[in-house]
């Protein structure tokens, strides 16, 4: 029997930018869209931390609008 090596995949800037863009543009969570573009959570969650550095988006700033204070009302009835 031969053994088999998983061969490791490369991907281009671009599809690790667009790819952190699901999940950072969408509000989807990391697993969500690691699932259903093929991904390890680890290596996407990894993409979007740098992602967010590079927008300059890794920290919220400013007071919430009116649509994100309604949806964070939203959220806190639900988990509560």
């Not at 700033?61 to 639900?78: F, V």
Request: no cysteine.
């Amino acid at each position: 029997m031969s053994e088999q090596r998983k061969q490791r995949r490369s991907y281009t800037e671009e599809y690790k930018r667009e790819a952190a863009g699901l999940v950072i543009d969408t509000g989807r969570s990391v697993a969500a869209v690691a699932g259903e573009i093929g991904l390890g959570e680890q290596t996407l969650g990894r993409w979007v931390k740098l992602e967010k550095t590079r927008r300059g988006t890794g920290e919220p700033t400013g007071a919430l609008g009116e649509d994100e204070r309604a949806e964070l009302k939203r959220l806190r009835r639900e988990n509560f």
